[in-house]
């Protein structure tokens, strides 16, 4: 099973980046998946969310900037991130059969290799 994820880079504040995570070895089509993310000095924190259904959540501070989206059919996930700002740095992972019990989610065990997004000028 492997997730890949691809699409990081250096952005100007203001800026798009849009991210994919291509899932290998098994069909999440029927699971939750997510995008996390971890700065440096800083915990790793669920930036978004999407069942599927293709219900959706995010972490307050992308709510409005940030859309998460999925193709089963192609068996890849997308983070398209606008406005970007500087306290968005961090190394974007997706994971894959995330639990979700009432408000609290838990991360799934299948994890990419992580993309890492630069905001800078």
């Known amino acids: 099973v492997q997730l890949q994820a691809s699409g990081g880079g250096l952005v100007q504040p203001g800026g798009s980046l849009r991210l994919s995570c291509a899932a290998s070895g098994r069909n999440f089509s029927r699971n939750v998946m997510g995008w996390y993310r971890q700065a440096p000095g800083k915990l790793r924190e669920l930036v978004a969310l999407i069942t599927h259904g293709g219900s959706t959540d995010y972490g307050g501070t992308v709510k409005g900037r940030f859309t998460i989206s999925r193709d089963n059919a192609k068996s890849t996930m997308y983070l398209q991130m606008s406005s970007l700002e500087p306290e968005d740095t961090a190394v974007y992972y997706c994971?894959?059969?995330?639990?979700?019990?009432?408000?609290?989610?838990?991360?799934?065990?299948?994890w990419g290799q992580g993309t890492l997004v630069t905001v800078s000028s």
């Open positions: 994971n894959a059969d995330l639990g979700i019990l009432g408000k609290y989610v838990s991360p799934g065990r299948y």
